[in-house]
């Protein structure tokens, strides 16, 4: 059997985690301030000491440290020396960094086609409307052999479905434009987030986080600091963490020792505003994921973050102190307080209240799966250094970490985007062409009617000649004959008759 953590001691009483009972899962709770990081930093060495590699999220950026030896110096060197333990061996542990925005580890990215609808749609925030427009989109997508990998895939696709929203509302119901314009804007506020970075390949291989060097199982650390900023990517990536790790691990049993622990820190992001269908997949994720192996460990300020349904799936706690200055806060002591094993010589309630900096009420499971009854102690501080690392030791843990240069260069192979821009350059090009086509057309017509319009132009001034001359000779004709009947009818009038009469005679 794999040798128990020790992970906080009282006087001669030493409190254990069993590294076979760690699948069982656990959780490690307590306002900020109060020593949760060191705790998580403690029990994540001792399981890569083990041979047990570790997924953690580092949110303050303090966990990088634990790659590094630490030293018998300040509160640590007291701690140590209170507890007995003054021949300690100070050692790091093999880490691997990970940053979903490639500025602090290696890039971690996720195809959407991975997330699918469902996390995404969580991601959004979208209503259940939304959400169907969203898994019809991805329906199309597979029935056409349209990859999804990154956003603009998925942008390029719900664009390709509001042009066509009358064909898919007759083949699947009803799509609206509106729907389409909302899933639209949140997909511009994720990427503006940066989640372009995260949507890409090379996707991350999952056996990348299961790895050993020297004996020592490997810390896989992820930035977290900038990404906490996004609370909905952060806590729907690491739930598609362990969907993924579902999925792909095989069915384990009972192991002496699991193949991956996962922590999960500030799980209340996780359970926040999380519609029922999700918390039910947590839940059945939690459950199911022991038997494959995988031991999850929740991070956060009380047990009463953290859905009954789901807490009661965690046997090892650990509990620092909270603080119960409002009915709230006194209330969430008292949840936390009847999360344990009841101690008859241990006021629980009061305790919570009373814990110092690195003081804990601790329960974990016993060889036979039961929990231990709860009891103050103090957490065994790291052996490693607490605290980051200096950049330059950064740059240097990335560079020759396990999987340097495996993922920095982002790939865009074909895909959805790719294949609907060439059918759009397509169309319009088929549409320029019917223009052009069209518009030389009534060229030639035009040019056929003024060709016409040329060649019948002599005759018609021809014509207008000889109407124009021949109104002039009446003219002067009709003006020659009116003129002598004129003269004629005056002269009678005024005596002209001798020469009226020779005239006719």
Not at 100 to 120: C, D, N, W, Y
Request: hydrophobic share 45%; aromatic share 6%.
């Amino acid at each position: 059997m794999t040798d128990p953590i020790l992970v906080a001691k009282k006087d001669a009483a030493e409190f254990f985690l069993l590294p076979e009972m760690s699948n069982r899962h656990g959780v490690i709770t307590g306002a900020t301030g109060t020593g949760k990081t060191v705790t998580l930093q403690r029990i994540a060495e001792s399981f890569s000491s083990r041979g047990v590699p570790v997924f953690m999220a580092d949110i303050k950026g303090d966990l990088t440290g634990v790659s590094q030896p630490g030293s018998l110096t300040g509160k640590i060197g007291e701690r140590l020396t209170m507890l007995g333990f003054t021949d300690t061996k100070f050692e790091g542990s093999p880490v691997t960094l990970w940053d979903v925005f490639g500025k602090q580890g290696h890039p971690l990215r996720a195809t959407v086609s991975e997330m699918g609808p469902l996390l995404i749609a969580r991601i959004l925030q979208l209503n259940d409307t939304q959400e169907g427009v969203l898994t019809l989109a991805f329906k199309v997508a597979d029935e056409s052999g349209w990859l999804l990998i990154d956003l603009k895939d998925l942008q390029s696709l719900l664009q390709f479905v509001g042009e066509n929203a009358a064909e898919f509302t007759l083949k699947y119901g009803n799509v609206s434009k509106a729907t389409i314009g909302a899933i639209q804007r949140g997909l511009m506020q994720l990427e503006q987030q940066g989640a372009a970075q995260f949507f890409g390949e090379p996707a991350v291989k999952l056996e990348d986080f299961i790895q050993t060097l020297g004996g020592k199982g490997v810390l896989n650390i992820l930035a977290a600091d900038d990404l906490i900023n996004s609370p909905k990517l952060y806590s729907t990536f690491l739930l598609w963490l362990l969907s993924e790790l579902f999925e792909m691990l095989p069915e384990a049993g009972d192991l002496d020792k699991p193949k991956l622990v996962f922590f999960f820190d500030e799980a209340y992001l996780l359970f926040s505003d999380a519609p029922s269908s999700l918390v039910e997949k947590i839940e059945q994720v939690v459950r199911l994921i022991r038997s494959k192996g995988v031991g999850v460990f929740f991070v956060t300020q009380s047990p009463a973050d953290i859905p009954d349904k789901v807490l009661a799936q965690l046997g090892n706690r650990v509990q620092h102190a909270l603080r119960a200055y409002t009915p709230k806060e006194q209330e969430a002591v008292s949840v936390a307080a009847k999360s344990f094993r009841e101690n008859p010589a241990l006021d629980t309630v009061k305790t919570i209240t009373e814990l110092g900096v690195g003081e804990v009420l601790i329960s974990c499971l016993d060889a036979k799966g039961v929990p231990t009854v709860v009891d103050r102690a103090f957490v065994v501080p790291p052996v490693s250094q607490i605290g980051p690392v200096t950049p330059a030791v950064r740059a240097q843990l990335i560079s020759t970490s396990l999987v340097a240069g495996q993922y920095e260069q982002m790939v865009d192979r074909e895909s959805a985007f790719e294949i609907l821009s060439k059918r759009a350059e397509e169309r319009a090009a088929l549409a320029a062409e019917a223009k052009a086509d069209a518009d030389a057309e009534k060229e030639v017509v035009k040019q056929a009617k003024a060709e016409r319009a040329a060649a019948r132009a002599p005759d018609t001034l021809a014509e207008s000649i000889t109407k124009s001359v021949v109104r002039s000779a009446s003219s002067s004709i009709g003006r020659s004959i009116g003129t002598q009947i004129v003269r004629g009818v005056l002269g009678s009038i005024f005596g002209g008759k001798s020469k009226s009469k020779s005239s006719w005679f």
